[in-house]
C-alpha cells in the first residue's frame, strides 16, 4: 500500500506589502513584454497608477524591484513544493506533480516567465545574480531527492548520474517554456508540459 509523504513548510514566505507584490507583478509585466530596457521606474510608476517618487518608498531601485521579484518567485515555488503530497514509493509520479505545479503556476501568471529567462537581468549585479541562482536552487532542492528516490528504488535509470539528469530535465522544461513564451502564450502550457515531461520519464525510466 502505498503511503502518503507531506513535505512540510517550516519558513513562511516573507514578509511583503499588498502594494510591493502589486508591483513585483507590474513589473515582471513589463519585463516579460519589453525586456529589461523596457522597466523604468518612470513607466512602472505610470502603470500602477502614482508617482515615480512612490516607487522609492517600497523599493531602492529598479534592481531591489528585480531581486525581489526573484525572492518572490523562489519563496512561491518553496511553499507550493512543500505542501505537495508526494507518494513515498512512486517516484514517477511525484516528478510529475513537481513539474504539474510548475506549469500550473505559470499559466496563471505567464508574466513571471521571465524569471525563467533571467540570465540577461543586470548581468553585473550580483544580488540579481544570487536571486537567480535562489530560484534555481530551491527547484534543485525539491528536484534532487525526487530522482535519487527513483534511483535508488531502480524505477529511474542508473546510467545517468543524478546531477546530468536534472540537467537534461531543466533544460527540456526551460525549452519548452521558452517556446511557449516566444508563441505569445498562444498554447496551453500545461498540456504542452505535461507531454515534455511523459517524454522525460521514457528516458529516464530504467528499462
Same mark, same amino acid.
Given at each position: 500500500?502505498?503511503?502518503?509523504?507531506?513535505?512540510?513548510?517550516?519558513?513562511? *514566505?516573507?514578509?511583503?506589502?499588498?502594494?510591493?507584490?502589486?508591483?513585483?507583478?507590474?513589473?515582471?509585466?513589463?519585463?516579460?513584454?519589453?525586456?529589461?530596457?523596457?522597466?523604468?521606474?518612470?513607466?512602472?510608476?505610470?502603470?500602477?497608477?502614482?508617482?515615480?517618487?512612490?516607487?522609492?518608498?517600497? #523599493?531602492?531601485?529598479?534592481?531591489?524591484?528585480?531581486?525581489? *521579484?526573484?525572492? +518572490?518567485?523562489? !519563496?512561491?515555488?518553496? !511553499?507550493?513544493?512543500?505542501? *505537495?503530497?508526494?507518494? %513515498?514509493?512512486?517516484?514517477? +509520479?511525484? #516528478?510529475?506533480?513537481?513539474?504539474?505545479?510548475?506549469? %500550473?503556476?505559470?499559466?496563471?501568471?505567464?508574466? #513571471?516567465?521571465?524569471?525563467?529567462?533571467?540570465?540577461?537581468? #543586470?548581468?553585473?549585479?550580483?544580488?540579481?545574480?544570487? &536571486?537567480?541562482?535562489?530560484?534555481? !536552487?530551491?527547484?534543485?532542492?525539491?528536484?534532487?531527492?525526487?530522482?535519487?528516490? &527513483?534511483?535508488?528504488?531502480?524505477?529511474?535509470?542508473?546510467?545517468?548520474?543524478?546531477? %546530468?539528469? *536534472?540537467?537534461?530535465?531543466?533544460?527540456?522544461?526551460?525549452?519548452?517554456? +521558452?517556446?511557449?513564451?516566444?508563441?505569445?502564450? !498562444?498554447?496551453?502550457?500545461?498540456?504542452?508540459?505535461?507531454?515534455?515531461?511523459?517524454?522525460?520519464?521514457?528516458?529516464?525510466?530504467?528499462?
Amino acid at each position: 500500500m502505498l503511503c502518503l509523504l507531506v513535505i512540510t513548510h517550516k519558513h513562511a *514566505m516573507k514578509a511583503r506589502t499588498d502594494r510591493q507584490i502589486q508591483i513585483i507583478d507590474v513589473a515582471s509585466r513589463i519585463l516579460t513584454s519589453e525586456g529589461i530596457s523596457g522597466l523604468t521606474t518612470k513607466k512602472l510608476a505610470s502603470q500602477m497608477g502614482f508617482s515615480e517618487a512612490a516607487i522609492y518608498r517600497h #523599493f531602492s531601485s529598479k534592481e531591489d524591484v528585480i531581486v525581489s *521579484m526573484l525572492h +518572490y518567485l523562489s !519563496e512561491s515555488m518553496e !511553499e507550493r513544493f512543500s505542501q *505537495m503530497e508526494l507518494l %513515498e514509493d512512486d517516484p514517477a +509520479y511525484n #516528478f510529475e506533480e513537481l513539474f504539474r505545479s510548475q506549469f %500550473e503556476f505559470f499559466k496563471e501568471r505567464n508574466h #513571471f516567465v521571465i524569471a525563467v529567462f533571467s540570465d540577461g537581468l #543586470f548581468e553585473k549585479s550580483e544580488r540579481v545574480s544570487e &536571486g537567480i541562482t535562489q530560484v534555481m !536552487e530551491t527547484k534543485k532542492k525539491f528536484l534532487m531527492p525526487i530522482i535519487t528516490s &527513483g534511483k535508488q528504488k531502480q524505477v529511474f535509470t542508473s546510467d545517468v548520474s543524478t546531477q %546530468e539528469m *536534472m540537467h537534461i530535465v531543466m533544460g527540456a522544461v526551460r525549452l519548452q517554456m +521558452y517556446n511557449w513564451r516566444r508563441s505569445g502564450f !498562444e498554447f496551453d502550457i500545461t498540456i504542452r508540459g505535461n507531454t515534455t515531461i511523459q517524454s522525460l520519464l521514457k528516458l529516464i525510466t530504467a528499462k
